[in-house]
C-alpha cells in the first residue's frame, strides 16, 4: 500500500532558526495535506497543495509540492515558541476513500 | 457549529470490557472516520465512513466495530478492550465523500486498558 516517510521525527531549534519537514510518498498522489498538532491537542488543517511544483506561503509558512508530486516540505522561518507542535503531512493517493496516508509527523520542539 | 465532538475525553478500563466512543458533526458531512495515534506511529486509520448506512475498514480494524446509521454520528465500538488499544483516538469529517480535502478532527479520546 502506499506509504507515506516524514522525516526528521524530532527537531530541536533556538528560537529565531529556521525548520523544515520533508515529506516523500511511495506513489504519486493526487494532492497533499499538511496538519498541525499542538500538544494535547489534535491535528488542525494548515493547506493543502495539487499541482506538480505548487508553492504556497502563509505568512512565515512556506509550503512546496514536489514536481512528480511524489514529496512535499513544510519550511518556518524565524521559528517562534506558538510553533511548538507536531506537523504532519497526509497525503491522498486518489485512489478511494482509504486513500489518505499520514506521515508519522515530526516534533519541533523550540528552545527560547 | 461545534464541529466534530467526541466523548468521552479520557477514559480507563479494564482487559475485557467493552466500551463505545461517541463522535458526532454538525457539517453535514459526508465522511466520517476513525484515527488511533500512538507514539511515533503517527495517525492511522481505523474505520471509515463514505454516508450513512457504509462503513468500510482502515489499516487497523481488529478489535473495533463501527456503524453509520445517521449523518450525524460515528460511533467506534471496542469489543473487549485488551492493553494494546491503549492509545489517542481521534473521529474526523470531511465534506465530500472521498477524503480529499481537509479533514476535521475532534478533541480526540485518551483511552487507558488496563
Known amino acids: 500500500g502506499q506509504q507515506v516517510m516524514q522525516i526528521p521525527q524530532y527537531q530541536h531549534v533556538q528560537e529565531g532558526e529556521d525548520f523544515t519537514t520533508y515529506c516523500n510518498s511511495s506513489?504519486?498522489?493526487?494532492?497533499i495535506q499538511w496538519y498541525k498538532q499542538r500538544p494535547g491537542g489534535h491535528p488542525v488543517f494548515l493547506i493543502q497543495?495539487?499541482?506538480?511544483?505548487e508553492v504556497k506561503k502563509q505568512k512565515r509558512l512556506t509550503f512546496q509540492f514536489g514536481e512528480a508530486k511524489k514529496n512535499s516540505s513544510l519550511h518556518i522561518t524565524a521559528t517562534q515558541t506558538t510553533d511548538v507542535g507536531t506537523y504532519f503531512c497526509?497525503?491522498?493517493?486518489?485512489?478511494?476513500?482509504?486513500?489518505?496516508?499520514f506521515g508519522k509527523g515530526t516534533h519541533l520542539i523550540i528552545q527560547p | 457549529n461545534a464541529g466534530v465532538t467526541q466523548t468521552p475525553k479520557f477514559q480507563v478500563l479494564k482487559t475485557g470490557q467493552s466500551m463505545t466512543l461517541q463522535c458526532a458533526q454538525d457539517?453535514?458531512?459526508?465522511?466520517m472516520s476513525w484515527y488511533r495515534q500512538d507514539p511515533g506511529m503517527g495517525l492511522r486509520l481505523i474505520h471509515y465512513?463514505?454516508?450513512?448506512?457504509?462503513?468500510d475498514q482502515g489499516e487497523v480494524p481488529n478489535g473495533y466495530n463501527v456503524s453509520r446509521s445517521t449523518t450525524e454520528d460515528f460511533p467506534l465500538r471496542l469489543l473487549s478492550a485488551a492493553p494494546s488499544q491503549t492509545s489517542v483516538y481521534f473521529c474526523?469529517?470531511?465534506?465530500?465523500?472521498?477524503?480529499?480535502?481537509?479533514?476535521?478532527f475532534g478533541p480526540g479520546t485518551r483511552l487507558t486498558v488496563l
Open positions: 497543495l495539487v499541482k506538480s511544483g
Open positions: 457539517m453535514n458531512h459526508e465522511y
Open positions: 497526509a497525503g491522498y493517493s486518489g485512489g478511494g476513500a482509504d486513500g489518505l496516508t
Open positions: 474526523a469529517s470531511s465534506r465530500l465523500a472521498q477524503p480529499r480535502h481537509e479533514q476535521f
Open positions: 506513489t504519486t498522489l493526487s494532492n
Open positions: 465512513s463514505v454516508g450513512a448506512g457504509i462503513t
